[in-house]
């Protein structure tokens, strides 16, 4: 099991990189706010963020159709690698 540590809004939340769950989904579980309107089905693009820091698992075959404006990622879709800073786009 890997904790990282993912920074947004200057407040510092802890990630397992081995969960089932999505960033998001953990970010979430610790108060984070986040615009999930699909709630995670990878459809709605409001969990959209910016990596500003760290490394971030490969993108799925859904953010690839989402044809993102590089370097958007969505949270409800990855995970972190390594200790990390996003910004929410929403
Ligand atoms: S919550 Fe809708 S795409 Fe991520």
Not at 37 to 61: L, Y
Not at 68 to 82: D, I, N, W, Y
């Amino acid at each position: 099991m890997a904790i990282v540590t993912i920074r947004l809004k200057g407040v510092d939340y802890k990630v397992d990189t081995d969960s089932d769950e999505p960033m998001m989904q953990q970010l979430q579980e610790q108060g984070a706010e986040i615009v999930a309107a699909c709630n995670g089905a990878g459809i709605c693009q409001t969990c959209s963020f910016k990596p500003v820091e760290g490394e971030f698992t490969e993108k799925t075959q859904t953010e690839e159709m989402m044809d993102l404006p590089e370097p958007e990622r969505l949270a409800c879709q990855c995970k972190p690698k390594s200790d990390g800073e996003i910004e929410m786009i929403y």
